[in-house]
């Protein structure tokens, strides 16, 4: 029998942001230790994942309003 662990919308979104920025500073580490013309690209990366990061923050703080509205 598998156990699924059962996460709220907002934790949901805030464990996808950290992973995110998790990805962005592990792209932002390899621009550190890499040369150009390959650094621009891991820049455009690192900018990429930490957008996601932030959105999908947003996404967990209206979640977590909205969530307790509703236990209001």
Known sequence: MKLRLCLSDAAS????????????AMCRQLAVATVNPFKEGWLEFTAEWTKLAEETEA?????????NSLHD
Not at 13 to 24: D, N, S, T, W
Not at 59 to 67: D, F, G, V
């Open 13 to 24: 979104f805030a464990f996808l942001a950290e992973q995110y920025r998790a990805q962005a």
């Open 59 to 67: 996404k967990a703080t209206l979640e977590r309003e909205r969530s």
